[in-house]
């Protein structure tokens, strides 16, 4: 069965951090490109960061420029975001997805059940 699993999630004070797993099962994660959506309360399932598999090069929104880092580690099947400095409106649920690096949601073939990060103090 194809699956990704996220945890790491949680309650965090303004300026902590956190960092989300997502561990891949039934299939081989490295094969594909890795991306982290969000979607906060009221609004749209939004893109974060992605990495791709054929060059490593990794993309970030605007506004976690600097404070968020996706990686991901093969041999463990499966993917990170650092998440430091973190600010309220960084609230939501956080989504990891393999797939085709890229800002589209249609661009990825599989999901997790997502995780929800809380900033507030």
């Known amino acids: 069965q194809v699956q990704l699993v996220e945890s790491g999630g949680g309650l965090v004070q303004p300026g902590g951090s956190l960092r989300l797993s997502c561990v891949a099962s039934?299939?081989?994660?490295?094969?594909?490109?890795i991306g982290w959506f969000r979607q906060a309360p009221g609004k749209e399932r939004d893109w974060v960061s992605c990495?791709?598999?054929?060059?490593?090069?990794?993309y970030y929104l605007d506004s976690v420029k600097g404070r968020f880092t996706i990686s991901r580690d093969n041999a463990k099947n499966t993917m990170y975001l650092q998440m430091n400095s973190l600010k309220p409106e960084d609230t939501g649920v956080y989504y990891c997805?393999?797939?085709?690096?890229?800002?589209?949601?249609?661009?990825?073939?599989?999901w997790g059940q997502g995780t929800q990060v809380t900033v507030s103090s």
């Open positions: 997805a393999a797939g085709d690096c890229g800002m589209d949601r249609t661009e990825y073939d599989y």
């Open positions: 039934g299939f081989t994660l490295d094969h594909y490109d």
């Open positions: 990495y791709s598999n054929r060059d490593g090069s990794t």
